[in-house]
């Protein structure tokens, strides 16, 4: 099912296509950068930025069965992505307890920047939960860093609250869930 409001068209897109790769590359040189930028004043050196982001390859969970990447276009330009996964694993409840029902999880949710402001990013969102709900979850998770006011500023007008951390992500600091 594609998604479309003003310029935006949502659609799937295979999660290791070069249009999903150069946007993965896009979005992890710039959370990389900014984290960077904020704790060391430089952005990430290029090797450290290459290994990472071999190593951050999550790409095989982003796809069906169980997970879907979105690629958004504005203007017929690809202009951002949100990846969507069957959350396995304990968390969410906080405690250790099991997120409940059947959870997934936001990963990758970016917007270029010459397309901010455009109104991608709750396109996205929204097309996101509701591939979610076609994978079958009735929560959905995620976590982000909190220089990134941008996203969780988006994800709590989206009516996500903030919850207990539901995994390990040594960068994440703020962790949130939302019933669908």
Do not use: C
């Amino acid at each position: 099912m594609t998604a479309m409001t003003r310029a935006w068209t949502i659609a799937p897109e295979p999660a290791d296509s070069p249009l999903a790769l150069d946007l993965w590359r896009a979005y992890y040189t710039e959370v990389s950068d900014r984290w960077f930028q904020l704790h060391e004043g430089r952005d990430t050196p290029p090797d450290e930025l290459e290994r990472e982001v071999v190593a951050a390859n999550d790409h095989a969970t982003l796809a069906p069965p169980s997970g879907a990447l979105l690629l958004g276009r504005y203007a017929g330009e690809p202009a951002g992505m949100a990846g969507v996964r069957l959350f396995e694993g304990e968390g969410g409840g906080g405690g250790g307890a099991a997120p409940g029902p059947l959870a997934a999880e936001l990963k990758r949710l970016f917007v270029r920047k010459e397309a901010r402001g455009t109104g991608g990013g709750p396109v996205l969102l929204a097309a996101a939960e509701d591939a979610a709900r076609a994978l079958g979850a009735r929560v959905m998770l995620l976590d982000t860093r909190s220089d990134l006011a941008e996203a969780w500023s988006l994800y709590e007008r989206s009516g996500y609250e903030r919850s207990a951390r539901h995994n390990d992500d040594v960068y994440a600091e703020r962790w949130y869930r939302k019933a669908l």
